[in-house]
T-cell receptor
């Protein structure tokens, strides 16, 4: 069984600031990790993913995430946020049988608000 | 560009009535999913499908049925809608070997 936890329900930063959105998971085997963004009133859009290889992965619009097996984490970062980054961000995991069945388990989401 | 469309975009239904939500994808993807999103919560998987004419139960299938008559179309059916089924419903698709899911715009369902 996999679980995913996003500890921050809401994060607020100023435009131009850096930001880190936290994601922790629990699962002992190989795991597929991804992040999605949801702008208000829209469906989710894929940002980036990790399964193996370089633990730092790059996504669209300057986002990157780093996988840490020791911390069971896959935190999302951006060096300088723009007002258009205001959205809800979801971390998703898949491993074992879920992975074989193409199923994702989503976290609760973190709402990112950008102050001008 | 990958495309997933949903209809209707919003619907008001009465308790005990039948509701059908439709999803259409032009991605040529084999996998399709139905999720529900409740305010302040993540997405929960209701039903999914690997191939036409076959559906599988997700994590919260009770009160829902699904139908996949073709590769492109995937419907979610609420035979007897209940107040607790008020939510936003998302459809998604993905191709074999890729776990990047493409989402539709969502259907906001209100059951009164």
């Amino acid at each position: 069984t996999q679980t995913v936890s996003q500890s921050d329900a809401h994060v607020t930063v100023f435009e131009g600031d850096s930001v880190e959105l936290r994601c922790n998971y629990s699962y002992g085997g190989s795991i597929y990790l991804s992040w999605y963004i949801q702008h208000h009133g829209h469906g989710l859009q894929f940002l980036l993913k990790y399964y193996s290889g370089n633990p730092v992965v790059q996504g669209v619009n300057g986002f990157e995430a780093e996988f840490s097996k020791s911390d069971s984490s896959f935190h999302l970062r951006k060096a300088s946020v723009h007002w258009s980054d205001s959205a809800v961000y979801f971390c998703a995991v898949s491993g074992g049988l879920n992975y074989n069945q193409g199923k994702l388990i989503f976290g609760q989401g973190t709402k990112l608000s950008i102050k001008p | 560009e990958a495309a997933v469309t949903q209809s209707p975009r919003s619907k008001v239904a009465v308790t005990g009535g039948k509701v059908t939500l439709s999803c259409h994808q032009t991605n040529n993807h084999d996998y399709m999913y139905w999720y529900r999103q409740d305010t302040g919560h993540g997405l929960r998987l209701i039903h999914y499908s690997y191939v036409a004419d076959s559906t599988e139960k997700g994590d919260i299938p009770d009160g829902y049925k699904a139908s996949r008559p073709s590769q492109e179309n995937f419907s979610l059916i609420l035979e007897l809608a209940s107040l607790s089924q008020t939510a936003v419903y998302f459809c998604a698709s993905t191709g074999g070997g890729s776990y990047e899911q493409y989402f539709g715009p969502g259907t906001r369902l209100t059951v009164l």
